[in-house]
């Protein structure tokens, strides 16, 4: 195996190709990686002419090499030969684990029928077809479905129940704005390139930069106004917002009365949710909310950029909708520079029918909740949809042992002995190490996939570029071989990647294989009335809803509807897990800059450079705990205890805590991680995850 440094330390000259950012990450970067002999990679740069890469990319990525040579990644299949989670394995040839894993997949089916298995995958890797090929076995096998729930649904439904599809003003048209929002994305950590955008802006046209988060992150720092504001109270900030906006004149009318579709109601319910009231629950002064005001106002390009973070909160759907109304309320959306984005899912039109063996598909199998793992796997009812247990577990690109909520519960899943447990994956993660079988997979540069950039408007091609190291095989490859000895059938299982990505391509209408390779990306973004909604919004009457249907909201991914009553204007919806006596504490989880969810937690320079778990909290809160900096804290709920060190930070809120993540359980005191503390609950409307919506308490540990 060639280490990093031997790779950085080549004198011959590299060959330089084109690839795509794997991760999930909105920006899908276009790379240009450095290239030694058959199998080693460099250095790993953004495309220069990509317009929105724009030759920034985040370190975390110009230094995959660390990952790809990394000396502990997983080469060989391996056998549990200890207790289960013991992490004591063996090596078995490829050909005796696929049969171990075929056999237990036919036992679990024989004993309880084929949704007893569960193919259960995530965003490890967000090309198409070693991403979603594993739907193509679960389809062709009838196995449970995986319902995506824990990242986009909240946020997604959120901004289509206003716009009525997701899709935006193009991202690049950052730059040409006067007054860039970022609000629930710190973008600095997150997606850089939002800042690339929004700081050439504010370089060239002397534009503002707003930021609303829920601690003063690096983007907040770059902030001509941040906005430091309680989680999952964004809904109140977004109408004291617009309630100026109608107060003082600024709504445009003209524009209200064509693109939506109840302005006078909007006018009339927000009268009492001034800034005074919206101060008291986000803790935002009442000046910085007028301040805020004022701005969006008076400044006609202003281009609200949302992120991830609504997600994150049982209220994030209504809080995402809030924010997004501002824009129809000013008519933003009229202007360049100007209007609303989140993602741009509906742009790409990707039928990715054969990768996922969709004809295949039997409507009446049941949708299992991925956030509702460690229920699903105890035994729940209601989790299981009233269907038999889980009794055979295959995971690819994803961790749930770390990164799923409820760790407890997921805990206990795992370690059932009726359970077995075959995960594919690059290292040994928490997940692997609760398997029965670990199978070792390829990582990017290794394999061909095709990817979206959803934060932008680009399909890019990510070719195999080297060999893998020692047996490691591609997710395509293991599905294949799966399906070969289950005895699966379907066209898709005997093709090669590079014709699934033609054929994909094809039936898209976005061209073929060979002139994606001769391009590197295409460009999807529709022309400028279209992206700014100026035909009319997504739904049939072509206005935006102030007012939205919520279990009507056109949103394609929901298996399964939330059953609670949802406000009926834009409002402070007040569902979260506030503070109470015994839990004084609000805990968010937010991203770590070094890692991407779990992914970087193993490479040297993230590590040194995120050093610990640590838990942020206000110095005026962790006087009267006798808290000093760098004490081992314990944070806790009915969920469960973590230990961690904390960090006295005054850029919170009172009451606020901030970890950032996502470590490895194995990270803290006692192997237990901050999902402990996360509930997995599900968010209305569709379901989701509420990582930044925790009610703890803290108090000083025994080191
Ligand atoms: S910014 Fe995001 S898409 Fe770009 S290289 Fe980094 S992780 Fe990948």
Redesign the pocket.
Known sequence: MVLYSEAMNQTVRPRIAASA?P?D?P???ALEVEIFGERTIGRVRGAEDNAYTAGV??A??ARYAERVHHPDRLTRPLRRTGAKGSGEFAPVSWEDALDIVAEAFIRAEQAHGSEAVWPYYYAGTMGFVMRDGINRLRHAKKYSGFHSTICVNPAWAGFIAGTGKLAGADPREMAKSDLVIIWGTNAVNT???VMTHATRARKERGAKIAVVDVYMNATMRQADLPMLIRPGTDGALACAVMHCLFRDGKADWDYLNRYTDAPRELEEHLRSRGPAWASRITGCPVETIEAFARLVGETKRAYFRLGYGFSRSRNGAANMHAASCIAAVTGAWLHEGGGAFHHNDAIFHLNKSVIEGNDARDPSIRMLDQSRIGAILTGDKDALRGGPPVTALFTQNTNPVAVAPDQETVKRGFARDDLFVCVHEQFMTDTARAADIVLPATMFVEHDDLYLAGGSQYILLGPKLIEPPGECRSNHDVICALANRLGAEHPGFAMTPRELIDVTLQKSGWGTLADIEANRWIDCQPDFATAHYLNGFGYADGKFRFKPNWPEVPFTRAHRTVTSPMPRLPDHWDVIEEADAEHPFRLATSPARGF?NSSFTETPTSLAKERRPEVMIHPDDAAPLAVADGDLVALGNRRGTVRIHARLFDGVRRGVLIAESLWPNKAYADGRGINTLTGSDAIAPFGGAAFHDNKVWLRKAAG
Do not use: G, R, W
């Open positions: 950012c991760h990450c920006s899908t970067c990319i985040c975390k990525v997606q850089v390139n991407l």
